[in-house]
């Protein structure tokens, strides 16, 4: 990625710990943006182009994630990327642009909506660890057990004696999936408000996009600030040293993306991959098919 910052900077400046104050990040803003010329001049084009590069690298360490799991059973490792965001916060967008620099044969991306029947008789993490990537895949959650302690809590669907104690039960189940080979990836889309509605709008003009609007999303602006509220909770409390929350903000959809990519590649580098080695003699296997060859050649030739 040229000599600007690299991708262990960007994951350092999205961190956020436990005294993080949402209100004051800009989600408009741009942290980690080389400050350079060029990139002044044209932002966006400049940051397409690097999500370009960006994607390439994802490609190729994805791919030696699922290599290395592949060829050696043992292995567990795998990441998680979890998306958690307002209405129109981008989600879909950043699986589109961002997950699909990679293969999706190495992918497990699991969208969250209102609980089933059947999930809601068991407790809120069964649909969770049912949605979990195998070893040596990219998991990526659209919304995910979060929601348990975002919209339950400010929509009012379960009481506080239920969702108080899910914060703890949060941080015991993502310990859990540390120490069993996961590297999770949490990330919070943080659009404004007024974005919120520019985006609502667009989505009322465009017919391709009816699809995508709720009713439902005009009443959740009403509780826009409860929300944030929840999301802070969320993020101070459920901010861990080995599952850290990143904040990215999410107006300018080339910089979410950009910054979504970095952190995805972060995790992944952090793993130190490489190509597995052969398990086998590749010269002697190359002269065994050189001999097949010679062999069938002849036998299709009726010899
Ligand atoms: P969308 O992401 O636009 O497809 O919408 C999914 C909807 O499912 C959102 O309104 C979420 O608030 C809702 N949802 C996701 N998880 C839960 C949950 N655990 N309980 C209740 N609603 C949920
Ligand atoms: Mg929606």
Known sequence: MRNDR???????????GSGVDLGAIDPAGTPGLPDRKAVRRDPKGWARAELVMLGEELARQQEMLFASAKVNPADQRRVLLVLQAMDCGGKDGTVKKVAGTMNPEGLRITAFGPPTAEERRHDFLWRIRRALPLPGY???FNRSHYEDVLVVRVRELASP?????RYEMINTFERELVDSGFSL???????SYDEQRRRLLERLRDPTKYWKYNPDDVDN???WPAYQQAYQDVLRRCGTDHAPWHVVPADRKWYRDWAV???ILDALKRLDLSYPPAAFDPKSETKRLEREETGSASKMNGR
């Open 161 to 165: 004696r239920v969702w108080k104690p």
């Open 261 to 263: 990519a970095h952190l």
């Open 6 to 16: 690299n991708v262990a900077d960007v994951s350092e400046l999205l961190r956020v």
């Open 185 to 191: 990836v949490k990330v919070m889309l943080h659009i």
């Open 138 to 140: 990219l998991g990526i």
């Open 221 to 223: 602006r009403a509780y």
